[in-house]
């Protein structure tokens, strides 16, 4: 199983940007997809953005324009970009990746992101 080290968190002024890396621990270039999702305080997880093996992008209509999702398959890692955030971005953000799709995915371990003045 691959194993995931999410950075990049951290405290950020209302539209200041951030950017989260993922680091795997193997090789992430035949991962059928991997992404995002992130957990707010009393709030169910929620997918913020994917990215299939094909460069197909998918993002939570909350952040799109404002967030994007890349890789660098030389590294193993997996990026989520994120600008002008919001307080209501605050959360703790996951990383995951999936080998295949009916094989369960891998989670790192969360980095929190707070926005706030």
């Known amino acids: 199983q691959v194993q995931l080290v999410e950075s990049g968190g951290g405290l950020v002024q209302p539209g200041g940007s951030l950017r989260l890396s993922c680091a795997a621990s193997g090789s992430i270039f035949s991962m059928y997809a991997m992404g995002w999702y992130r957990q707010a305080p009393g709030k169910q997880r929620e997918l913020v953005a994917t990215l299939t093996s094909g460069g197909s992008t998918n993002y939570a209509d909350s952040v799109k324009g404002r967030f994007s999702i890349s890789r660098d398959n030389a590294k193993n890692t997996v990026y989520l970009q994120m600008n002008s955030l919001k307080p209501e971005d605050t959360a703790v953000y996951y990383c995951?990746?999936?080998?295949?799709?009916?094989?369960?995915?891998?989670w790192g371990q969360g980095t929190q992101v707070t926005v706030s003045s």
């Open positions: 995951y990746v999936r080998p295949g799709p009916m094989v369960a995915r891998s």
